[in-house]
């Protein structure tokens, strides 16, 4: 039972870890702490991660975001994106914990996965300047860190197989990471940000969009990619944020950005 938990009490290590780096810890249904990572929870969900949550409910994607979801601003960009909800009770409990574990495990969130470390940027591609992406959280609650199991990152990650999931997020990291560095004057408008909600947690709604819209007059697709995109959450994400990227960051200047981007 893993869940990012970076408020309430949550220690974090002021040490870089790179994918080498080691450490200590495993979880198992006999620890003393079982499930309370998954209570007073704060986990934001990634694209990929609402994909096979929603799948997993059988839900479309409007759905899942309105009964498992609040919705946020990312810090530092203004980009929408949604956490888990917490159930109305005194813990806050996530909405899938049970005293016999987590009912969701094979489609956990990726934050769920990581756990018990984090991630230090929403960046972290196989190949980059790695080291110091990931760092330790210490939640006093939780004696996984007890146990006699040591782990690189590398084999942690591996063994959680959020290798896969980052590498399906990565362009969608990609997109928040550089919006970053826009300056503080250029603002998204509300169209840009609604597009991006869409695309990255209504999925469903994205693909009736591009179906049932002109869009597809307006942006020639190949028809085989077409047939893809009707039935392929993952590649019809993709699609949606490579042409997203497309039109924010086509031009380097973000001023002249059509109306997706105003000066505030
Ligand atoms: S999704 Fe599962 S692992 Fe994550 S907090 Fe909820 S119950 Fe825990
Ligand atoms: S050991 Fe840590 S991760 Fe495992 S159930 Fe306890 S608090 Fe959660």
């Known amino acids: 039972m893993k869940a990012a938990n970076p408020q309430t009490g949550a220690r974090i290590e002021p040490t870089r870890l790179g994918y080498n780096s080691r450490f200590q810890f495993r979880c198992h249904p006999d620890v003393s702490c079982f499930t309370q990572c998954c209570r007073g929870i704060k986990i934001i969900l990634t694209p990929f991660d609402v994909i096979r949550l929603k799948k997993r409910l059988e839900l479309p994607s409007d759905q899942f975001l309105a009964i498992y979801t609040e919705p946020h601003l990312l810090e530092k960009t203004g980009l929408p994106m949604v956490t888990l909800k917490a159930m109305d009770d005194e813990q806050s409990s996530c909405p899938f914990v049970r005293d016999e574990g987590c009912l969701v495990y094979s489609d956990r969130p990726t934050a769920c996965r990581y756990y ?3 991630v230090a940027s929403l960046q972290h591609k196989e190949g980059a300047d790695d080291d110091g992406f990931f760092f330790f959280i210490h939640e006093p609650h939780c004696k996984g860190v007890e146990e006699n199991r040591e782990w690189t990152v590398a084999e ?3 063994d959680q197989q959020v290798d896969l999931r980052d590498q399906v997020n990565a362009e969608w990291t990609d997109l928040v990471v550089r919006k970053r560095s826009f300056p503080p004057s250029i603002q998204l408008t509300a169209k840009a940000r609604q597009m991006f909600f869409m695309l990255s947690y209504n999925i469903d709604h994205f693909r009736q969009f591009v ?4 869009f597809l007059k307006r942006m020639p697709v190949d028809e085989a990619v077409r047939h893809q995109l009707r039935s392929d959450d993952v590649a019809l994400l993709k699609f949606g944020v490579n042409w997203l990227q497309d039109i ?6 973000p001023l002249k950005q059509e109306s997706l981007t105003t000066p505030r």
């Open 116 to 118: 018990p470390l984090g």
């Open 156 to 158: 942690w990650r591996q």
């Open 211 to 214: 179906f049932e819209s002109s």
């Open 248 to 253: 924010l960051f086509k031009q380097n200047d």
